[in-house]
């Protein structure tokens, strides 16, 4: 997918993971502290996260291409700045998917256990290992600040290379 409405894709799918994923990793974390949100919102924050890291996978796929593309007819500095972006766009996408596994598997294993004891409640699991939920919260945590690091790297390096390309092209 090189092209959407004629223009090129990335521009466009990239604000998918940008908006997307850090509202996903603000409401992960908000389902840590909140016991109540989590029995809420959890699924919502699934549902998000989801559409953010399809757009992750998305925005990569696309950039590629039009690394490519761009690369041909870009000077050495910017072609480096470029690439330094792809790098940070591949990093990105990589954080997303580990950031959905995440938020999937804090969200499903309380309440596939709670299913499997037959309990009405999602808080307080019968049978469940007490390590479980502090574990999955501490990596709904790391995983949720990794995600929002990553794409603001990717946004910024990507916004550099564009920036700079247009600086170099009017001076």
Do not use: C, K
Request: proline residues 5%; without cysteine; negative net charge.
């Amino acid at each position: 997918m090189d092209q959407l409405f004629g223009l090129p894709a990335h521009p466009l799918v990239v604000h998918l993971p940008v908006v997307l994923l850090p509202l996903a990793a603000i409401g992960a974390i908000a389902t840590v502290i909140r016991p109540s949100w989590y029995l809420r919102y959890r699924w919502l924050v699934v549902a998000v996260a989801g559409v953010g890291t399809l757009g992750a996978v998305l925005a990569a796929s696309s950039g590629e291409e039009l690394e490519h593309e761009v690369s041909r007819s870009a000077s050495d500095a910017a072609r480096s700045a470029i690439h330094d972006h792809a790098e940070a766009g591949d990093v990105a996408r990589t954080m997303s998917i580990v950031f959905f596994v995440v938020i999937l598997a804090y969200a499903l294993v309380p309440w596939w256990l709670a299913r499997r004891a037959d309990g009405d409640s999602d808080v307080e699991v019968r049978g469940a290992p007490t390590w479980l939920r502090p574990v999955l919260a501490v990596a709904v945590v790391l995983a949720s600040l990794g995600t929002v690091w990553t794409v603001i790297d990717a946004g910024h390096s990507g916004a550099d290379s564009v920036w700079s390309e247009l600086d170099e092209g009017s001076g």
